[in-house]
């Protein structure tokens, strides 16, 4: 069997969403500090709370390429509440599965959501329960948070 299911390699082939949104709501930059991949997640929330545009960008591996990009489709056209649910699980789970050893950099990519989604309620002075956004310093999967 291969390693990597054919999605996971149709989404490093050809990312979705991959970029920069100069006029992000939210952005979240995540670490992980064994291997120094990083990645930042852009989110555009309009009036009624719902991710209308999502750009990431990911300095690391194929698989946090392929993580970010599918976590992308999976928040956009979604209410910002349920953006902040999106598991690492579920991403593996779009994506045909992960290598065990791969999946810390679906992680990453649950992480990046999360860390925009907080940007996003920072900047708009929104009240949330600080333990939905409370990333270890250092959590058992060796990633970071920053910022
Ligand atoms: Fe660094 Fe995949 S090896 S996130």
């Given at each position: 069997m291969a390693l990597y299911s054919e999605k996971v390699m149709e989404h490093f082939r050809n990312p979705h969403n991959m970029g920069k949104l100069d006029?992000?709501?939210?952005?979240?930059?995540?670490?992980?500090?064994?291997?120094?991949?990083?990645?930042?997640?852009?989110?555009?929330?309009?009036?009624?709370?719902?991710?209308?545009?999502?750009?990431?960008n990911t300095f690391g591996c194929g698989s946090a390429i392929a993580t970010s990009s599918m976590a992308?489709?999976?928040?956009?056209?979604?209410?910002?509440?349920?953006?902040?649910?999106?598991?690492?699980?579920?991403?593996?789970?779009?994506?045909?599965?992960?290598?065990?050893?791969?999946?810390?950099?679906?992680?990453?990519?649950?992480?990046?959501?999360?860390?925009?989604?907080?940007?996003?309620?920072?900047?708009r002075g929104v009240a949330y329960n600080p333990e939905d956004f409370r990333f270890p310093e250092e959590d058992e999967h060796g990633h970071v948070i920053e910022g």
């Open positions: 006029d992000a709501d939210g952005i979240g930059e995540v670490g992980n500090a064994k291997c120094g991949d990083i990645m930042r997640m852009y989110i555009k929330v309009d009036d009624e709370g719902v991710i209308t545009d999502c750009k990431f992308t489709d999976l928040i956009i056209g979604k209410p910002i509440e349920e953006a902040l649910k999106l598991s690492n699980k579920a991403v593996v789970e779009a994506l045909d599965g992960l290598p065990v050893h791969k999946i810390h950099c679906s992680v990453l990519a649950e992480q990046a959501v999360r860390a925009a989604v907080k940007d996003y309620y920072d900047r």
